[in-house]
Antibody, heavy 122, light 105 residues
Framework: QVQLVQSGAEVKKPGSSVKVSCKTSGGTFSKFPISWLRQAPGQGLEWLGGIIPVFTSAIVAQKFQGRLTIAADEGTNTAYMELSALRSDDTAVYYC???????????????WGQGTLVTVSS | SYEVTQPLSVSVALGQTARITCGGNYIGSKSVHWYQQKPGQAPVLVIYRDNNRPSGIPERFSGSNSGNTATLTISRAQVGDEADYYCQVWDSSAWVFGGGTKLTV
């Protein structure tokens, strides 16, 4: 079965960057889209962007353009997201999730990682 | 940008039917997906493409979508259905989520 395992919790200073990884197993990695989402404490879900590993280029939500990098390594079946210029309101649980259909980021998300808590604090 | 709106909370008596709405301009022309999230857990897909249930989701969960409103219906509500529910649509090359609805049984 498909599993997405994310890297561990991070504590960062304002202005720094954080990189979160998402290792997938149990399925074909390269053609299925991986989306990144986050959830601030007590808040709803927010989509950050996504990537189809075989295509390498990512879609980043307008709000995060210039600050978010999404990448994937087909050799290790791992997707990454790196958010820079961190602020206190970036404190959230960050999730990766796999889309159901190969080749399109606009497919519903059927497998999710366990989440990674990123805390931004001075 | 496209917006979808959900009620903040819905309450339902045990064994009765809960309906959670997701409103958006001509949302009936889009595919709507629904996720259930319990405290401290990752979201779980419960309905995809308006009215389809993934394997393992009880038949009590159903969906509809028409006009400006999509609806998640939970029949014979159980205590275990208490959770936050989010609707999701794709618009202008981005995923858009509703703000979430807390279901209390």
């Amino acid at each position: 079965q498909v599993q997405l395992v994310q890297s561990g919790a991070e504590v960062k200073k304002p202005g720094s960057s954080v990189k979160v990884s998402c290792k997938t197993s149990g399925g074909t990695f390269s053609k299925f889209p991986i989306s990144w989402l986050r959830q601030a404490p007590g808040q709803g879900l927010e989509w950050l962007g996504g990537i189809i590993p075989v295509f390498t280029s990512a879609i980043v939500a307008q709000k995060f353009q210039g600050r978010l990098t999404i990448a994937a390594d087909e050799g290790t079946n791992t997707a990454y997201m790196e958010l820079s210029a961190l602020r206190s309101d970036d404190t959230a649980v960050y999730y990766c999730a796999r889309g159901n259909e190969m080749g399109t980021i606009s497919s519903f998300l059927d497998y999710w990682g366990q989440g990674t808590l990123v805390t931004v604090s001075s | 940008s496209y917006e979808v709106t959900q009620p903040l909370s819905v309450s339902v008596a045990l064994g009765q039917t809960a309906r959670i709405t997701c409103g958006g301009n001509y949302i009936g022309s889009k595919s709507v997906h629904w996720y259930q999230q319990k405290p401290g857990q990752a979201p779980v897909l419960v309905i995809y493409r308006d009215n389809n249930r993934p394997s393992g989701i009880p038949e009590r969960f159903s969906g509809s979508n028409s006009g400006n409103t999509a609806t998640l219906t939970i029949s014979r509500a159980q205590v275990g259905d208490e959770a936050d529910y989010y609707c999701q649509v794709w618009d202008s090359s981005a995923w858009v989520f509703g703000g979430g609805t807390k279901l209390t049984v």
